[in-house]
């Protein structure tokens, strides 16, 4: 079973079920779906910026509406206002997408988006396709200042041991994988990447350095 869920939400809010989980069936892809949300649970996929839903396929912040979800944060009440809006909508941070047929996929945190130029980039699929390079170890994909487009995504990538590879070599990998506004335009060495103690990688901690001295703020 997949589920889906935050502290925020007391529980999990979708699941997908064993019945699901059927790997001769033409809907094998359905297997990286979190499923559908449970009875009692409203659930939208929304525009951040205009808080309109949508359309199917397309991405956007996850807000879910139950009684289960959080009154607000301790003590915080301008955190609430932010994460709780209009009508008792909860918004998750998450990045998602539902398809034709109801079914919910976690894609990124709408924190870590790249806006280049105008084109939203999440960095989960660029690093998904630089994962299938033979000497990369570990990635992580942080957008930085340019003056032409804003911001462009970077990799900063921990190289397998006893492997050789050039910055030149990565992004051709990746050119011939993605879009070219998705592509990174530089990369980074690094031994290791951050991470919190749930595993999570810390993209504010890398973001960090590239955008000081900008008016950007860093998320």
């Given at each position: 079973m997949q589920v889906y869920g935050l502290t925020e939400t007391t529980g999990v809010v979708t699941v997908l079920g064993p019945e699901d989980h059927d790997l001769s069936s033409a809907?094998?892809?359905?297997?990286?779906?979190?499923?559908?949300?449970?009875?009692?649970?409203?659930l939208r996929i929304v525009n951040s910026d205009t808080a309109k839903d949508v359309p199917l396929g397309e991405v956007g912040e996850i807000w879910i509406r139950s009684r289960q979800v959080m009154k607000g944060y301790w003590n915080m009440p301008e955190e609430t206002a932010k994460s709780i809006v209009k009508g008792q909508w909860f918004r998750s941070g998450d990045a998602g997408y539902f398809d034709k047929d109801g079914y919910v996929y976690i894609f990124d945190r709408v924190k870590d988006m790249i806006v280049s130029g105008g084109e939203?980039?999440?960095?989960?699929e660029v690093e998904n396709a630089l994962m299938g390079h033979p000497a990369i170890a570990d990635v992580a994909v942080i957008g930085?200042?340019?003056?032409?487009?804003?911001?462009?995504?970077?990799?900063?990538?921990?190289?397998?041991?006893?492997?050789?590879?050039?910055e030149?070599?990565?992004?051709?990998?990746a050119r011939e994988r993605l879009a070219g506004f998705k592509t990174p335009k530089s990369v980074g060495w690094v031994d290791a990447l951050p991470r919190n103690p749930s595993g999570k990688i810390l993209k504010k901690d890398l973001r960090?350095?590239?955008w000081k001295g900008n008016t950007r703020r860093v998320n």
């Open positions: 809907n094998k892809g359905r297997l990286r779906s979190c499923g559908k949300p449970f009875t009692g649970i409203e939203n980039v999440y960095p989960a930085v200042p340019d003056e032409k487009w804003g911001e462009v995504p970077m990799a900063l990538v921990v190289r397998k041991p006893d492997t050789q590879v050039t030149n070599e990565i992004l051709a990998f960090e350095p590239y």
